[in-house]
Structure formats: C-alpha cells, structure tokens
C-alpha cells in the first residue's frame, strides 16, 4: 500500500513537470515575433577566402581595412584564411565591400558564394517544413494569431 501511494506521487510529479515544461513551450511558441518583423533584417553576414593563412599583423590589417568600408559592422571574425564579417545590404553588398577591401590592399582571395540551392531555402535548413516541429509551431501561431 505504501509503494503504491509512492509511485503514484512520482507519476503524478514526472506529469505535472510535463505538463508545466508543454505549457511553456506553447507560451514560448505563441508569442513570437512573425518572420516579417525582424529588427536586424538588412545585416548581412557575408565571407572571403584567401588563399594563405593570416598571422596576428595581417589579421589587424585586413579587420582594420574592413572597418573603413561603409556599411561593415563591428562584428569581424579572421581566422586560418577566412574572413566572416556583417554588412548592412542597405549600403554595401558583399560584391562592393570585396572590390574595396582588393583595393585597399594586394590579396589574392575570392567571394564566398552560396550554391543556389541552399540559396533559394526559404526556412532555416534545420527545420524542414515537412517535420512535426514545424508543422506544430504553424499550428500554436496560427491558434493565437
């Protein structure tokens, strides 16, 4: 009899525990932003790979050339011989940003394209449109919208 009334707490605690964590993830769920409000949504993340490794001294220089483009945030990653930086598109594209920083300094690099067809994905490539979570997020924003 005393097992019994044990196992039933714990039941009842695991559901409890449950139910609390499945009621945040549809509060979490139905309050979030739509995709078109985005704050942030003309920051581009952009990269170029050059050809040789950088060292500390040539690092500088490239993240110091990339800052005196208009349009380029703060936000430079240089490592091994990739450059990773954020750009307003509404000043710079990538193209422009890339002349410029060839101007500035003799580089032997190209512009990092994206295939097409990862180009033209139109949701995160995490979540497929097709899955439960997807199909699931749709359906508690479309409840509370």
Do not use: W
Request: glycine residues 4%; charged residues 25%.
């Amino acid at each position: 009899m005393r097992i019994n009334k044990t196992v039933k707490k714990i039941v009842l605690s695991i559901l409890g525990v449950v139910l609390l964590l499945f009621g945040i993830l549809v509060y979490h769920i139905a309050n979030a932003r739509p995709v078109g409000s985005v704050e942030n949504a003309t920051i581009q993340i952009s990269r170029i790979d050059f050809d040789q490794p950088f060292d500390s001294l040539s690092a500088v220089a490239i993240k110091k050339n990339l800052h005196s483009i208009p349009g380029v945030k703060s936000d430079i990653i240089v490592k091994r011989n990739v450059v990773v930086y954020f750009h307003d598109n509404t000043i710079a594209d990538s193209k422009k940003i890339y002349d410029e920083l060839m101007t500035k300094g003799n580089y032997k690099a190209e512009r990092f394209l994206l295939p097409p067809s990862l180009a033209a994905k139109q949701v995160c490539p995490v979540m497929k449109k097709d899955s439960f979570k997807y199909k699931f997020s749709k359906f508690i924003q479309g409840i509370f919208n």
